[in-house]
């Protein structure tokens, strides 16, 4: 029992800490070792750099590419204008009686076609701020909407999304960025249909009491000048490359090749555990070259460009690698036996027990790809063959990990939150009830929704 309490209170520290501004390459290891401590008898160097170390370097070579290509993908359509050509022409049509769906529209399009939440952020929000300005909405509702249209739906639900979350699940169970189409469109309906009709209802609310979009002394706008802007049709061309050539590969390109040699040495794998990681690789690289070439008038240095994109993917990847290795040092203490056997003895359905522990360890390490990461590196070869014995699609297990990681990671300590507050210019206080609605509780009515289509089949 004293290895658990040590293990709780190792969790219960990674979540206060991190929340206090410690970065968690710091606090992962010392805080897994930490654990490792209470345990008793437990060799701290050994299981700092054989099981810590060796997790983290592992996660890094899987997914690194994943990582750097979205980043870099994201830095381009930032610098050629392209994220802000779509998030502007997008709030023209719509114009500013739909303010909220203009943002969110601008958010979803953005985020399934690719590019980082942060870009997203930082591209759409002076739009938002112009078009909630003008209908009177408060501003305190424009974290809400970004989040939404960043956070939720395209980030975990709708089959197809780049994002590293949908990726993840892919080497364990053997399925593409495409798995369960139907689980995820309806999650996805779910999330986006209650969450616009929460922001909405709040935003009549507050203008029918007078409140308006509020003073707000330290903000500037930036005029957008539309004649460096790339038209919005130039500008979408990247991200349909992205989700039509990962389709096509994913699909049909990599299921009908013999890739036999993958069993021998030195690769010692399947087609099926690598093919939705390259499929999105090879569609992020051809993305990536096009948005090059058709915007090589509009980034003032792609040299510049190109580096900062690469490098602006290094601590994310740093920082979910520690928190894997952190949950592998966790997994691998005798005392964490009694805690795995507490999660899988929630329920026999694989399902539920998995979006049970994805969306606690979400929670606590404040990261979507973090929890999952551990969840899923901890329990997920057991829940693949408890799927496989019961005769559940490995498909489902993919998009309710992928739906279960976006409920919780979303808590007030989340470092996109609080990065997303600080681009609005807003605090917990004004925002975070909006953002906790449409990334945390709506998400987790999508959940639960999932769960029962794919208890009945369905995916």
Known sequence: ?????????????????????????????????????????????????????????????????????????????????????????????????????????????????????????????????????????PKRLIPGAIALGSFTFTMTALPGTPQIQNAIPMPFFGTNAYAAPILGIVAAIIMAGLGIWWLQT???????????????????????????????????????????????????????????????????????????????????????????????????NILKTLNNGIFGSFLPILNTASEVGYGNVIASLASFVIIKNAILGISSNPLISEAISVNILAGITGSASGGMSIALGALGKQYMEMATQMGINPEALHRIATIACGGLDSLPHNGAVVTLLGICGMTHKESYKDIGMVSVVIPLIALVVALILASFGIV
């Open 1 to 137: 029992m004293l290895g658990v309490i040590g293990i709780i209170l190792s969790l219960a520290l990674l979540m206060y800490l991190a929340y206090r501004g410690i970065t968690v390459l710091v606090l992962a290891p010392l805080l897994a070792l930490l654990a490792a401590l209470f345990t008793g008898g437990t060799p701290l160097m050994a299981t700092y750099t054989e099981v810590f170390m060796k997790n983290l370097a592992n996660y890094v070579k899987l997914y690194f590419p994943i990582f750097m290509l979205g980043a870099l993908f994201g830095k381009v359509m930032e610098d050629s204008g392209s994220a802000k050509a779509i998030a502007h022409y997008i709030a023209n049509k719509l114009g500013k009686e739909k303010a909220i769906m203009a943002v969110v529209l601008s958010c979803a399009i953005l985020t399934y076609g690719g590019v980082s939440l942060f870009v997203v952020a930082f591209a759409v929000y002076p739009v938002a701020a112009h078009l909630f300005k003008e209908a009177g909405i």
């Open 202 to 300: 709040r935003a009549k609310k507050a203008m029918a009491e007078g409140e308006g979009y509020g003073y707000h002394p330290n903000e500037s706008f930036t005029e957008i000048d539309e004649s460096k802007l790339p038209s919005f049709w130039v500008a979408l061309v990247p991200i349909i490359l992205v989700l039509v050539i990962n389709f096509i590969l994913s699909k049909y390109y990599f299921p009908r090749i013999n890739a036999d040699y993958l069993a021998q040495e030195p690769y010692k794998t399947s087609l099926k555990s690598v093919a939705g990681i390259w499929s999105l690789i090879i569609a992020l690289v051809i993305a990536i070259i096009t948005a090059f070439v058709i915007h090589r008038n509009r980034i003032d």
